[in-house]
């Protein structure tokens, strides 16, 4: 094989279109691994997205019992915001790289809406808003490009459900 090579590189005949085709190898290589590292950071932008609205539900546990009683959920700020991290902490647990990073949290109570988000979602019902910074390692191109990549998710979840 090896003398294969070296015969057609001496010969200098198709060596221009072998080294075309070994360049398109390469550059065609290099866009699947770009491919197949995009779609796994979706995957798992798609898990952390997921436990961040779990961690919001499991906040919405947290409602004053006596006002929920009349119809109204009034999440008090102290207590939901403990509850999300512990919870967002243990569902994060395998898919983070590093220390989770809230960088907002905002509990939206009756009377603080009609109103939008820092990030101009628009707040109708009692809405528990948060950004979420979160360190994950870098699936392919670790070497190349750094460790890990930083994943920040902003979501609002509602009460709209449990009406």
Do not use: W
Request: glycine letters at 8%; aromatic letters at 10%; one cysteine or more.
């Amino acid at each position: 094989m090896i003398g294969f090579i070296r015969k057609v590189f001496l010969d200098k005949k198709g060596s221009a279109v072998m080294l075309a085709g070994l360049l398109f190898a390469v550059v065609m290589f290099t866009f699947a691994m770009y491919i197949l590292e995009y779609k796994i950071l979706l995957t798992v932008r798609d898990k952390i997205d997921d436990a961040i609205v779990g961690a919001q539900l499991a906040a919405f546990g947290t409602a004053d019992k006596e006002k929920l009683s009349y119809g109204k959920i009034v999440l008090p700020e102290t207590s939901a915001r403990n509850v999300f991290e512990v919870y967002l902490a243990a569902n994060l647990e395998g898919i983070a790289a590093g220390p989770i990073s809230v960088d907002e949290f905002i509990i939206y109570n009756p009377g603080d809406y009609p109103t939008t988000c820092p990030r101009g979602h628009q707040i109708t019902e009692t809405t528990i808003h948060c950004v979420v910074t979160v360190p994950v390692k870098r699936p392919v191109f670790k070497g190349l490009l750094g460790e890990t990549l930083n994943i920040t998710i902003h979501r609002d979840s509602d009460s709209i459900f449990l009406n």
